[in-house]
């Protein structure tokens, strides 16, 4: 049985993926988007009650 400091020095771990999977979606930014929205509706109302 190897230790992970062997499997290490061995190279048998994985690097992490550059990129993302295209479907993937970041949770801030799904908040983000919330957000602006939201404050695009607040600005409409403004304008239309004034």
């Known amino acids: 049985m ?3 400091a062997a499997q290490e020095s061995a190279g048998t771990t ?3 993926p550059r990129w993302r999977r ?6 801030s ?13 607040a600005l409409a ?3 239309l009650v004034h």
Not at 22 to 27: N, S, W
Not at 29 to 41: F, G, I, S
């Open 2 to 4: 190897r230790t992970a």
């Open 14 to 16: 994985e690097a992490a």
């Open 22 to 27: 295209r479907g993937a979606i970041d949770g």
């Open 29 to 41: 930014v799904v908040d983000q988007a919330v957000a602006y929205t939201l404050m695009a509706a």
């Open 45 to 47: 109302v403004t304008y």
